[in-house]
């Protein structure tokens, strides 16, 4: 009853500093494709709205199955460029509409998260990024996404524990500024948790003034060392992290407490951290969290699943800044002799370049998954793998310039003809 | 075991040009709060970590219990400014601190995404706006929320079905580019959806070019009338709307179609709506997605969970720029004579003002609710109801002025005492 459609999942234009963007949320898609179904209860509210008649409702039914279709994707943590198709899916076409926006939804803001994520990591060059995004996340898929996103970027640990316990990532705890306030006094509390944890005690310096913090906090490290342990770290939550950090790391220094690690969190992103490492801030770990949880400076991309084939033709949009390429699509990478990311050629799925990487790989046939689930490390080393090769100069974060994404001659051929032909071509 | 702990959820500071915020989670956070427990699968979870103690993990199973504090909230729907505390949660400290991430959440982005919302709402004047966010808001969860907090600014509908199913909104469908794609002309696609929609149709007319497609939907609304049907509408959703909506209206009106509304989306927001209402835009109704989705402008507050209260007496915080002000509140909000928005005082929870309305209201109890479940239409009235009573300075879209807000005498006497006390103030 309804045709075959390939759908191309891809961004047309690169979100404010952006050179690239890294593939996430493929495991999310797959996961909803094979669960695909109308329940009774939806089909009981679609009939109550009265905008639908009885022959599609059985339809739904009786008729349209499970999800059926193929998909062909770039991996997770793969990086991928302006006008790639990230994902495409093959299916009748009702089945491939009705996915659209969940499609969308978990690439979209996932790419975008690990994107802002990775931008930090490659900010902070050696130091330790953990994920305090939580809070602040547009709601809790995207809290618990945040985390396995900043895992991929190479975050060290999550303060989400239900995260950190279903994608088996690192989980990290704090200390609140309302356990120090529920004390008489700031150095009480810092005792107080020190003794619950003496090989794992960081301290926060900011609840009343950050460097009177500073001087408890080598007190109870001295204390610590006394009993055999040592203090882990305090964090700067507030302030001018810059004086702030070296402040505390002349007083920790000079009690002898060299090794006691300064963490700093609060308001933190790509840009902030860079200035503050440039700059020489002493600060050795960074606690992310509101600004990158929410990809403050570049919450949305124009990221479109489009209809690029029907019925064994292909098809495109012409829309005004909107246009999309015909057919199904295959990117290919090039490398230079070095083994540097060269440029990527956009080509019709069925060609094959010699010498270039076939990014997009099929990870669903028929309904069904092909392969295993990736393990969660492997994806973020081969999002480390892709940045390693890719020049720094892309990597920027003001304004990169483009890397090179060409068309292959058959696919500009196909375009020019499918153009000709449409009906409604101007 | 645990003392008594109130805390307080408020901003600090206005997010970019923000004069107000609206109230919206609050029915999140009660249903969590009812449910809070810790499963077994977590305590193992916890247990396998390595980093609690026996005594701890049994407390967490055996004695912690169901949530079982007292909630005061400003009820959603209702306006709130900065330090105004939205929500007070008294329970043993270890409870309130174990929602803290759940409740600055929720209430934090979904009253973000409210007042986004009810500032579209307020630029599109008497037009009518659709929700059609959900393809990129940030997961799932923030995709039914926002066709939740879309309703309660005065949105007419979603798109997203299954939140209008599950929130009782009106439901909203799209032609979608793919559907039109799919037949050999546009004309045939046009002429398929009136059939199966006679009376509902709105036609997309960018697919190839929006004053063709303008053309075609006029030769397809003629045949509609002919048959006895009205068409509904046509939509634009790219290109220079200002520009095309006159055109299209033109062409519209000159086919005897003066009653086919025009419908822009793509990329719109308060800003945008604003400025093509001012220049005189023929378009009536408008859909907007991606941008109110994120609250683009706003993707985030410095929203705040402090404690202020613990074993009987009031704390405070003194970190720079991240102050807070001790002690359980209430907010009393003072009227004009003409029953207009005066001034709001914050004040101690004890305090009686008269002449002012307390804008907290106890809803949990015992870790029960109090008072039945509010009606959706309830709490959209009410915000309708706040805003026309807020001077519409306050309402501007650029750098809006600050409402007054100001401490009673009380509350600055309380401030000044725990600080003096405070053995770590400077």
């Given at each position: 009853?309804?045709?075959?459609?390939?759908?191309?999942?891809?961004?047309?234009?690169?979100?404010?500093?952006?050179?690239?963007?890294?593939?996430?949320?493929?495991?999310?898609?797959?996961?909803?494709?094979?669960?695909?179904?109308?329940?009774?209860?939806?089909?009981?509210?679609?009939?109550?709205?009265?905008?639908?008649?009885?022959?599609?409702?059985?339809?739904?039914?009786?008729?349209?199955?499970?999800?059926?279709?193929?998909?062909?994707?770039?991996?997770?943590?793969?990086?991928?460029?302006?006008?790639?198709?990230?994902?495409?899916?093959?299916?009748?076409?009702?089945?491939?509409?009705?996915?659209?926006?969940?499609?969308?939804?978990?690439?979209?803001?996932?790419?975008?998260?690990?994107?802002?994520?990775?931008?930090?990591v490659a900010a902070a060059r050696d130091r330790v990024l953990a994920d305090f995004a939580s809070r602040r996340t547009h709601g809790t898929d995207a809290a618990l996404k945040m985390a396995r996103c900043g895992y991929i970027a190479g975050f060290?640990?999550?303060?989400?524990?239900?995260?950190?316990?279903?994608?088996?990532?690192?989980?990290?705890?704090?200390?609140?500024?309302?356990?120090?306030?529920?004390?008489?006094?700031?150095?009480?509390?810092?005792?107080?948790?020190?003794?619950?944890f003496p090989d794992r005690t960081v301290l926060l310096l900011d609840t009343y003034d950050t460097i009177q913090g500073a001087w408890h906090a080598a007190e109870v490290g001295r204390e610590l060392e006394d009993s055999g342990h040592r203090l882990a770290g305090v964090r700067l939550d507030s302030g001018d992290f810059d004086s702030l950090s070296r402040q505390v790391r002349q007083i920790l220094d000079d009690a002898g407490l060299g090794y006691v690690n300064i963490i700093a969190s609060g308001g933190l992103d790509e840009y902030q951290i860079q200035d503050l490492l440039r700059a020489g801030a002493p600060i050795d770990h960074f606690g992310v969290g509101t600004r990158v949880g929410v990809s403050d400076d570049a919450p949305w991309s124009d990221m479109a699943y489009k209809l690029v084939r029907y019925d064994q033709m292909p098809v495109m949009k012409l829309s005004t800044d909107k246009a999309s390429l015909p057919g199904g699509k295959q990117v290919f990478r090039l490398q230079t002799p070095e083994g540097r990311f060269d440029r990527d050629i956009l080509a019709c799925a069925d060609e094959n370049l010699p010498g270039g990487e076939a990014l997009l790989e099929p990870v669903m046939q028929d309904g069904r998954r092909l392969g295993s689930r990736p393990h969660l490390d492997d994806i973020r080393t081969r999002l480390g793998q892709d940045l390693a090769r890719l020049d720094g100069h892309y990597q920027r974060l003001y304004n990169p310039p483009r890397y090179p994404v060409t068309l292959s001659a058959q696919l500009e051929r196909l375009a020019a003809q499918v153009q000709e032909r449409m009906p409604d071509a101007p």
């Open positions: 009853m309804f045709a075959e459609a390939t759908f191309s999942l891809f961004i047309r234009q690169y979100p404010p500093n952006r050179g690239f963007l890294v593939s996430a949320g493929l495991e999310d898609v797959l996961e909803y494709l094979e669960a695909f179904h109308f329940s009774q209860t939806g089909l009981d509210y679609l009939r109550s709205t009265g905008n639908f008649g009885d022959d599609f409702l059985q339809y739904l039914k009786n008729d349209l199955g499970p999800f059926a279709g193929s998909v062909r994707a770039i991996p997770e943590g793969r990086l991928f460029f302006v006008n790639e198709p990230v994902l495409e899916i093959t299916a009748p076409i009702i089945q491939a509409q009705l996915v659209e926006t969940f499609v969308i939804n978990q690439i979209n803001f996932q790419s975008l998260l690990t994107t802002k994520a990775a931008r930090c060290q640990s999550t303060s989400n524990v239900l995260a950190a316990q279903r994608y088996g990532i690192p989980p990290s705890g704090t200390m609140a500024h309302s356990f120090i306030s529920s004390f008489p006094s700031e150095i009480e509390a810092f005792r107080a948790y020190a003794g619950s």
